[in-house]
């Protein structure tokens, strides 16, 4: 299996990927909508032999008083449910967070499973007295500083991608 950025002849299957993954329309959806309006973002794809079995997609977010801070937002994350448990989402995660350095980005948030994202070391994002513009369980919404201390002293409220409000 190979962790690759996203061509366009993958747009098909990465829709259908999502679709399966959450049981509905409305993340591959977004993932359309960010990827004709959200800049910068990373799209990668885990390609097992040709097929397309997981899609990651991290996008910029913008933290209420600090325009300055380069942040991205993971979301969504889909494996296709018969590929789950072998290592795709931990394998597309890790690449993911090394393109967003990559990219200059100091931070990284997810609204996720709170059992799921601490093994990347995310933690919860009140740590950093961060809020989510979404009403969301604490533990669900989490940050990663990718340069250490980026964060010390941003508190404020993580604003995504207008795409997500039409979600």
Do not use: W
């Amino acid at each position: 299996m190979q962790i690759r950025p996203e061509q366009a002849a993958d747009i098909a299957a990465i829709h259908a990927v999502n679709r399966a993954a959450f049981d509905s329309d409305t993340e591959a959806d977004l993932v359309d909508a960010l990827r004709e309006h959200a800049d910068p973002i990373i799209s990668l794809v885990a390609d097992d032999g040709g097929s397309i079995v997981g899609h990651i997609l991290f996008s910029p977010v913008t933290l209420s008083g600090h325009a300055d801070l380069k942040i991205m937002g993971l979301a969504p994350m889909a494996v296709r449910p018969a590929e789950q448990r072998r290592g795709i989402g931990s394998a597309l995660v890790g690449a993911g967070l090394e393109r967003c350095k990559q990219l200059g980005s100091g931070a990284v948030v997810v609204l996720g499973h709170p059992g799921y994202y601490p093994r990347f070391d995310f933690v919860p994002a009140s740590r950093f007295g961060l809020a989510c513009e979404y009403d969301v369980p604490d533990e669900a919404f989490m940050a990663l500083e990718l340069e250490l201390g980026i964060l010390r002293g941003a508190s404020g409220t993580i604003r995504y991608h207008a795409a997500f409000a039409d979600a």
